[in-house]
């Protein structure tokens, strides 16, 4: 059997840069909110922020831990997979790559160990400071990684000489057309992924009645910053796709499952797009809306997939279906930031009831969207890895052969799978054990200073004040 | 006219070497693992690193982007060419960084089953970085600027026994590392262990280079031609071998790991010099690889102004974490 290593390669990106890219989303947006319940438990000495701030912190060290790793590997990933590409867009990619790694990772990284390790060796000061220095990594890195994110997709402030891009206007290059928006929609996307976590897993405890004063604070502030950014994302998100219109307009024909360029486009709901066709092989829409939300017309033109050859368009299913899981499930976030805000009116936000069974089921709702959007923008590129420039059957390392390409990819899906199945199995074990106490006035660890502990602590160890359900293992 | 390729040469062996010092101390300490003598042992060794081992880590990450950026021709070509051999190095990178978090929040069932992912991971981890150097050592087939060799050409007697001495040079790393951050059963342990990695270390030291001459014309043209101050860098190793020897002997604590750096320093320089100036052996030297002047120029301005900060911050994190790691003492 013969294998393509493009595709596998393809496949393998795909898969690796998924499951790194649910961890940073869900760190950035929780380094934010340990910095601020350090910061609140400083100021107002109320020991309800220091369990909050300890128990978020734990589970910030086991997903920052997988994160880290899987990290390790996209950094090598474009060199092994991608050589030629690699070798083409080095003069840009390189420095902003080198500089993400100079300006954020060593900041998290020595910073986490004083975070993490550092209560009892730096005075109280120090350790905010340190909370605030790993929480400003996660931006700087963010802010790095979308820069070349988003230099891949529009490309500007570069010219091929000799086979290889070269930067002519830095300035252009780093802060690129599309560069604003993917920056904002992916910084408020991590915020939203941590608010709906904590959200979910404090509605949790207070159904189990667990720590109720620290856990009713972090529901009601989740859900303060759910009710202002899932409206705030749809707006953002409509602003990025304006702007996918402008330089990319055959992703956002796959988005809208467009093949004619036509005026007075529909919003598909639902379309079974046929590719080999070039049509939809069924739809259902509402008439011109697409239209009027592209180019705020009811007669407005919009772009269709055959404006280009089957062979440079991409593929439309993955594109058009991601797209709609990820605004549904933005729009089920508006609801239930709506809903959070009429039983906080009522007074019942802290009754247990319907809205706190299901907010824990909502924990996945930010990382599926998270994922279905990378999804469009990243699959609405291709066949182009830098568009309309570098494609991807020149980047492929001319080197790699099928076989390798599957070894790797079996590789690293059966590594993954042992490590990630075990990080799910011990978060959830951590959540499970519950908050630990401590003292009132204390500044420090209720936990049991004479025990070895890595940075969680061994769970079920820490005397869990209230038991939750009983067992632990 | 300034240099630019040189000065990012210097940044770039700079950054390998720390990585090098850095993370082969605590890789070290996870190849020891299988040999401690008990499960409370073990958790001093662990906590011993585990407030620094990320940011050690992270120099490796600095080397990979550093390499793109200023070498891209040393990225594009040895990463395709050690594809297999990368995968097990991240492989092992990835199994042995969870444990840290996975391994103290397991059950005392499930316990052994990180230790052994941690000593494993950080075992091949460190092999498949040595085999990189001896990969090296023999040079890539390359053709118009691209890796045109085969799957296996980095896996070969030479390059398995250089991924052995790194094995064996990181858990000297480690056991000097642990002389100087334990006390005690742990400390102990790590004296008597020290003289017998430091002789597993010479061993293949010596092997090595009576090998190399042979596989590879260039370096002995270098060795026994026209450079003879060359001669001074195994002397300084081997220099750096008896102070491990006789500060062991003398029970010191810090002296053992300051020795076995400068070994570190005194081979990795021998390397250089001896393949100088060539990055992607045996066609293309440093000049070939280098990326655009304008995109070093831009990445030096930064780099020049933050490394010395991450240094600062660095530095800091180990004062911060400084003096003796004691049992059934964690740092939370």
């Given at each position: 059997?013969?294998?393509?290593?493009?595709?596998i390669?393809?496949?393998?990106?795909?898969?690796v840069?998924?499951?790194?890219a649910i961890f940073?989303?869900?760190t950035?947006?929780?380094?934010?909110?340990?910095?601020?319940?350090e910061?609140?438990?400083?100021?107002t000495?109320?020991?309800?922020?220091?369990?909050?701030?300890?128990?978020?912190t734990?589970?910030?060290?086991?997903?920052f831990g997988?994160?880290?790793?899987s990290?390790?590997?996209?950094?090598f990933?474009?060199g092994?997979?991608?050589s030629?590409?690699?070798?083409?867009?080095?003069?840009?990619?390189?420095?902003?790559l080198?500089?993400?790694?100079?300006?954020?990772?060593?900041?998290?990284a020595?910073?986490?160990?004083?975070l993490?390790?550092?209560?009892?060796k730096?005075?109280?000061g120090?350790?905010?400071?340190?909370?605030?220095?790993?929480?400003?990594?996660t931006f700087?890195?963010?802010f790095?990684?979308?820069?070349?994110?988003s230099?891949?997709?529009?490309?500007?402030?570069?010219?091929?000489?000799?086979?290889?891009l070269?930067?002519?206007?830095?300035?252009?290059?780093?802060?690129?057309?599309?560069?604003?928006?993917?920056?904002?929609h992916?910084?408020?996307?991590?915020f939203?992924?941590?608010?709906?976590?904590?959200?979910?897993?404090?509605?949790w405890?207070?159904?189990?009645?667990?720590?109720?004063?620290?856990?009713?604070?972090?529901?009601?502030?989740?859900?303060?910053?759910?009710?202002?950014?899932?409206?705030?994302?749809?707006?953002?998100?409509?602003f990025h796709?304006?702007?996918?219109?402008?330089?990319?307009?055959?992703?956002?024909?796959a988005?809208?499952?467009?093949w004619?360029?036509?005026?007075?486009?529909?919003?598909?709901?639902?379309?079974?797009?046929?590719?080999?066709?070039?049509?939809?092989?069924f739809?259902?829409?509402?008439p011109?809306?697409?239209?009027?939300i592209?180019?705020?017309?009811?007669d407005g033109?919009?772009?269709?997939?055959t404006?280009?050859a089957?062979?440079?368009?991409?593929?439309?299913?993955?594109?058009?279906?991601?797209?709609?899981?990820?605004?549904?499930?933005?729009?089920?976030?508006?609801a239930?930031?709506?809903w959070g805000?009429?039983?906080?009116l009522?007074?019942?936000?802290?009754?247990?009831?319907?809205?706190?069974?299901l907010?824990?089921?909502?924990?996945?709702?930010?990382?599926?969207?998270?994922?279905?959007?990378?999804?469009t923008?990243?699959?609405?590129?291709a066949p182009?890895?830098?568009?309309?420039?570098?494609?991807f059957?020149?980047?492929?390392?001319p080197?790699?052969?099928?076989?390798?390409a599957?070894?790797?990819?079996i590789?690293?899906?059966?590594v993954y799978?042992?490590?990630?199945?075990?990080?799910?199995?011990?978060?959830?074990?951590l959540?499970?054990?519950?908050?630990?106490?401590?003292?009132?006035g204390s500044?420090?660890?209720?936990?049991h200073p004479?025990?070895?502990?890595?940075?969680?602590?061994?769970?079920g160890?820490?005397?869990?004040?209230?038991?939750?359900?009983?067992?632990w293992? | 006219?300034?240099?630019?390729?040189?000065?990012?040469?210097?940044?770039?062996?700079f950054?390998?070497?720390?990585y090098v010092l850095?993370d082969?101390?605590?890789?070290?300490?996870?190849?020891l693992?299988?040999f401690?003598?008990?499960?409370?042992?073990?958790?001093?060794?662990m906590n011993?690193?585990?407030?620094?081992w990320d940011?050690?880590?992270?120099?490796?990450?600095?080397g990979?982007?550093?390499?793109?950026?200023?070498?891209?021709?040393?990225?594009?070509?040895?990463?395709?060419?050690?594809y297999?051999?990368?995968?097990?190095?991240?492989a092992?990178?990835?199994?042995?960084g969870?444990?840290?978090?996975?391994?103290?929040?397991?059950?005392p069932?499930?316990?052994?089953?990180?230790?052994?992912?941690?000593?494993?991971?950080?075992?091949?981890?460190?092999?498949a970085?040595?085999?990189v150097v001896?990969?090296?050592?023999?040079?890539f087939?390359?053709?118009?600027?691209a890796y045109v060799?085969?799957?296996?050409?980095w896996?070969?007697?030479?390059?398995?026994l250089?991924?052995?001495g790194?094995?064996?040079?990181?858990?000297?790393?480690?056991?000097?590392?642990?002389?100087?951050?334990?006390e005690?059963?742990?400390?102990?342990?790590?004296?008597?262990?020290?003289?017998?990695?430091?002789?597993?270390?010479?061993?293949?030291?010596?092997?090595?280079s009576?090998?190399?001459?042979?596989?590879?014309?260039?370096?002995?043209?270098?060795?026994?031609?026209?450079?003879?101050?060359?001669?001074?860098?195994?002397a300084?190793?081997?220099?750096?071998?008896?102070?491990?020897?006789?500060?062991?002997?003398?029970?010191a604590?810090?002296?053992?790991?300051?020795?076995?750096?400068?070994?570190?320093?005194?081979?990795?320089?021998?390397?250089?010099?001896?393949?100088?100036?060539?990055?992607?052996?045996?066609?293309?030297?440093?000049?070939?690889?280098?990326?655009?002047?304008?995109?070093?120029?831009?990445l030096?301005?930064?780099v020049?102004?933050?490394?010395?900060?991450v240094?600062?911050?660095?530095?800091?994190t180990?004062?911060?974490?400084?003096?003796?790691?004691?049992?059934?003492?964690?740092?939370?």
């Amino acid at each position: 059997m013969e294998f393509d290593p493009l595709l596998i390669s393809r496949i393998q990106f795909a898969f690796v840069v998924s499951f790194h890219a649910i961890f940073p989303v869900f760190t950035i947006g929780l380094a934010s909110y340990i910095a601020l319940l350090e910061g609140l438990h400083f100021k107002t000495g109320n020991p309800a922020w220091a369990q909050l701030s300890r128990f978020w912190t734990k589970v910030f060290a086991v997903a920052f831990g997988m994160g880290v790793v899987s990290g390790i590997v996209m950094s090598f990933q474009f060199g092994t997979n991608w050589s030629n590409f690699a070798q083409m867009s080095a003069n840009f990619l390189g420095p902003i790559l080198s500089y993400e790694v100079v300006t954020a990772f060593f900041l998290e990284a020595a910073f986490l160990g004083v975070l993490l390790f550092g209560r009892d060796k730096v005075p109280r000061g120090t350790h905010l400071f340190a909370a605030i220095m790993v929480a400003l990594g996660t931006f700087i890195s963010s802010f790095w990684i979308l820069v070349a994110n988003s230099w891949m997709h529009t490309p500007a402030g570069v010219e091929f000489q000799d086979g290889m891009l070269h930067v002519r206007s830095w300035a252009e290059a780093i802060f690129n057309p599309s560069f604003p928006y993917r920056f904002t929609h992916m910084a408020v996307a991590s915020f939203l992924t941590g608010s709906f976590v904590v959200a979910g897993v404090s509605a949790w405890y207070l159904l189990k009645g667990h720590k109720v004063e620290a856990n009713r604070k972090a529901l009601s502030m989740c859900l303060w910053m759910i009710l202002f950014l899932a409206p705030a994302q749809a707006v953002i998100g409509d602003f990025h796709g304006l702007n996918t219109l402008e330089y990319q307009p055959t992703k956002v024909a796959a988005m809208e499952g467009n093949w004619e360029t036509q005026a007075g486009a529909p919003l598909l709901l639902f379309a079974l797009p046929d590719k080999a066709a070039q049509e939809n092989r069924f739809e259902f829409g509402i008439p011109k809306l697409a239209s009027i939300i592209l180019t705020h017309e009811a007669d407005g033109v919009v772009p269709g997939l055959t404006e280009v050859a089957p062979e440079d368009q991409p593929p439309v299913s993955i594109v058009f279906w991601s797209f709609r899981i990820m605004v549904g499930i933005g729009f089920l976030m508006i609801a239930f930031g709506i809903w959070g805000l009429v039983l906080r009116l009522r007074g019942r936000l802290y009754e247990p009831g319907r809205f706190h069974r299901l907010l824990p089921l909502m924990i996945a709702a930010p990382f599926i969207a998270v994922l279905a959007g990378w999804f469009t923008t990243e699959s609405g590129r291709a066949p182009w890895l830098v568009y309309g420039m570098i494609n991807f059957s020149e980047g492929v390392t001319p080197s790699l052969t099928g076989w390798m390409a599957i070894v790797s990819l079996i590789g690293y899906m059966s590594v993954y799978a042992v490590v990630y199945a075990s990080g799910g199995y011990y978060l959830w074990r951590l959540v499970k054990g519950g908050m630990a106490d401590v003292e009132p006035g204390s500044t420090e660890s209720g936990a049991h200073p004479k025990r070895p502990l890595s940075a969680g602590g061994p769970i079920g160890d820490t005397a869990p004040a209230a038991p939750i359900k009983g067992e632990w293992t | 006219m300034i240099d630019f390729t040189m000065i990012w040469a210097v940044i770039i062996a700079f950054g390998v070497i720390m990585y090098v010092l850095m993370d082969g101390f605590d890789l070290g300490v996870g190849i020891l693992y299988p040999f401690a003598p008990d499960e409370e042992s073990r958790d001093v060794m662990m906590n011993s690193v585990a407030p620094v081992w990320d940011g050690n880590e992270t120099w490796l990450v600095l080397g990979g982007a550093g390499l793109l950026g200023a070498f891209p021709l040393v990225y594009s070509v040895l990463l395709p060419a050690l594809y297999l051999g990368v995968f097990l190095l991240l492989a092992g990178l990835i199994f042995r960084g969870v444990a840290f978090e996975f391994r103290f929040k397991a059950s005392p069932a499930k316990k052994g089953w990180w230790s052994a992912a941690f000593a494993g991971g950080s075992t091949v981890a460190a092999l498949a970085q040595g085999i990189v150097v001896g990969a090296y050592i023999q040079g890539f087939e390359t053709e118009n600027f691209a890796y045109v060799g085969g799957a296996f050409d980095w896996l070969t007697p030479f390059s398995v026994l250089t991924g052995i001495g790194l094995v064996l040079g990181y858990a000297l790393l480690g056991s000097t590392w642990l002389i100087m951050k334990t006390e005690g059963p742990v400390q102990d342990w790590a004296y008597r262990l020290t003289p017998r990695l430091l002789g597993g270390v010479l061993g293949v030291f010596l092997i090595i280079s009576f090998w190399t001459p042979l596989v590879d014309e260039f370096v002995r043209d270098r060795w026994f031609s026209n450079l003879f101050s060359i001669w001074l860098l195994p002397a300084g190793a081997l220099a750096c071998a008896w102070l491990i020897l006789r500060s062991v002997r003398s029970r010191a604590e810090g002296l053992p790991f300051v020795a076995t750096m400068g070994l570190f320093i005194f081979t990795y320089l021998g390397l250089l010099a001896s393949k100088w100036p060539y990055v992607v052996p045996p066609d293309y030297t440093l000049y070939d690889a280098a990326s655009a002047r304008e995109s070093q120029m831009f990445l030096l301005l930064g780099v020049l102004f933050v490394i010395p900060v991450v240094l600062a911050y660095t530095a800091w994190t180990y004062w911060v974490f400084r003096g003796k790691v004691r049992p059934g003492e964690g740092y939370h």
